[in-house]
Nanobody
Protein backbone atom coordinates (compact mmCIF):
# COMPACT_ATOMS: atom_id res chain seq x y z
CA UNK A 1 0.00 0.00 0.00
CA UNK A 2 1.28 3.43 -0.91
CA UNK A 3 2.20 5.88 1.84
CA UNK A 4 1.88 9.62 1.34
CA UNK A 5 3.42 12.07 3.79
CA UNK A 6 2.62 15.77 3.58
CA UNK A 7 4.72 18.56 5.03
CA UNK A 8 5.08 22.31 4.80
CA UNK A 9 1.90 23.52 6.44
CA UNK A 10 1.84 26.27 9.03
CA UNK A 11 0.58 29.70 9.98
CA UNK A 12 1.07 32.58 7.56
CA UNK A 13 -0.31 36.09 7.18
CA UNK A 14 -2.66 36.95 4.35
CA UNK A 15 -0.71 37.68 1.20
CA UNK A 16 2.06 35.30 2.18
CA UNK A 17 3.24 32.05 0.63
CA UNK A 18 3.72 28.44 1.62
CA UNK A 19 4.95 25.38 -0.24
CA UNK A 20 3.46 22.02 0.59
CA UNK A 21 5.24 18.77 -0.20
CA UNK A 22 3.92 15.24 -0.45
CA UNK A 23 6.41 12.39 -0.53
CA UNK A 24 5.21 9.02 -1.79
CA UNK A 25 6.55 5.57 -1.10
CA UNK A 26 6.81 2.83 -3.68
CA UNK A 27 7.78 2.69 -7.30
CA UNK A 28 4.62 3.75 -9.14
CA UNK A 29 4.75 7.49 -8.47
CA UNK A 30 5.92 8.26 -11.99
CA UNK A 31 2.80 6.74 -13.57
CA UNK A 32 0.31 7.96 -10.97
CA UNK A 33 -1.94 10.99 -11.05
CA UNK A 34 -1.57 13.23 -8.02
CA UNK A 35 -3.81 15.78 -6.39
CA UNK A 36 -4.13 18.23 -3.54
CA UNK A 37 -7.42 18.60 -1.71
CA UNK A 38 -8.47 20.60 1.32
CA UNK A 39 -11.09 20.38 4.02
CA UNK A 40 -12.44 22.64 6.72
CA UNK A 41 -14.52 21.35 9.64
CA UNK A 42 -18.12 20.76 8.69
CA UNK A 43 -17.51 20.87 4.97
CA UNK A 44 -16.72 18.32 2.30
CA UNK A 45 -13.19 17.81 1.12
CA UNK A 46 -12.66 19.83 -2.06
CA UNK A 47 -10.26 19.61 -4.96
CA UNK A 48 -7.50 22.20 -5.06
CA UNK A 49 -5.27 21.03 -7.91
CA UNK A 50 -4.31 17.90 -9.80
CA UNK A 51 -1.41 16.86 -11.97
CA UNK A 52 -1.31 13.84 -14.25
CA UNK A 53 1.65 11.55 -14.79
CA UNK A 54 2.26 13.48 -18.00
CA UNK A 55 2.29 16.83 -16.24
CA UNK A 56 -1.13 18.18 -17.20
CA UNK A 57 -2.60 20.33 -14.45
CA UNK A 58 -6.05 21.36 -13.30
CA UNK A 59 -7.02 23.92 -10.66
CA UNK A 60 -10.07 24.92 -8.69
CA UNK A 61 -11.31 28.33 -9.78
CA UNK A 62 -10.68 29.68 -6.28
CA UNK A 63 -6.91 29.08 -6.54
CA UNK A 64 -6.21 29.70 -10.22
CA UNK A 65 -3.41 32.19 -10.69
CA UNK A 66 -2.28 31.83 -7.06
CA UNK A 67 -1.37 28.15 -6.58
CA UNK A 68 0.95 25.99 -8.65
CA UNK A 69 1.09 22.19 -8.54
CA UNK A 70 4.23 20.44 -9.70
CA UNK A 71 5.95 17.08 -9.37
CA UNK A 72 9.44 15.67 -9.21
CA UNK A 73 9.33 12.05 -10.28
CA UNK A 74 12.97 11.53 -9.29
CA UNK A 75 12.04 12.40 -5.70
CA UNK A 76 8.58 10.78 -5.69
CA UNK A 77 7.23 14.13 -4.54
CA UNK A 78 4.41 16.44 -5.52
CA UNK A 79 4.37 20.09 -4.48
CA UNK A 80 1.79 22.81 -4.04
CA UNK A 81 3.18 26.35 -4.17
CA UNK A 82 0.61 28.63 -2.59
CA UNK A 83 0.97 32.37 -3.15
CA UNK A 84 -1.18 35.37 -2.24
CA UNK A 85 -2.80 33.33 0.49
CA UNK A 86 -6.19 34.39 1.82
CA UNK A 87 -7.90 33.58 5.13
CA UNK A 88 -10.37 31.43 3.19
CA UNK A 89 -7.48 29.16 2.18
CA UNK A 90 -7.30 28.00 5.80
CA UNK A 91 -7.87 24.23 5.85
CA UNK A 92 -6.24 20.87 6.25
CA UNK A 93 -4.56 20.02 2.95
CA UNK A 94 -4.40 16.43 1.79
CA UNK A 95 -2.38 14.71 -0.90
CA UNK A 96 -4.02 12.02 -3.02
CA UNK A 97 -2.68 9.42 -5.41
CA UNK A 98 -4.72 7.79 -8.17
CA UNK A 99 -3.73 5.17 -10.70
CA UNK A 100 -3.64 6.09 -14.37
CA UNK A 101 -7.03 4.44 -14.65
CA UNK A 102 -8.50 6.59 -11.90
CA UNK A 103 -8.42 4.12 -9.02
CA UNK A 104 -7.74 5.61 -5.60
CA UNK A 105 -4.38 4.46 -4.31
CA UNK A 106 -4.10 6.49 -1.14
CA UNK A 107 -4.47 9.68 0.89
CA UNK A 108 -1.95 11.42 3.05
CA UNK A 109 -2.61 12.29 6.68
CA UNK A 110 -3.03 15.99 5.98
CA UNK A 111 -1.17 19.16 6.89
CA UNK A 112 -2.78 22.22 8.47
CA UNK A 113 -2.60 25.58 6.74
CA UNK A 114 -3.81 28.64 8.62
CA UNK A 115 -3.91 32.10 7.08
CA UNK A 116 -4.43 35.06 9.39
CA UNK A 117 -5.98 38.32 8.26
Amino acid sequence: QVQLVESGGGLVQAGGSLRLSCAASGSIFGIANMGWYRQVPGKQRELVATITSGGSTNYADSVKGRFIISRDNGKNTVYLQMNSLKPEDTAVYYCKMDSAGGWLLGWGQGTQVAVSS
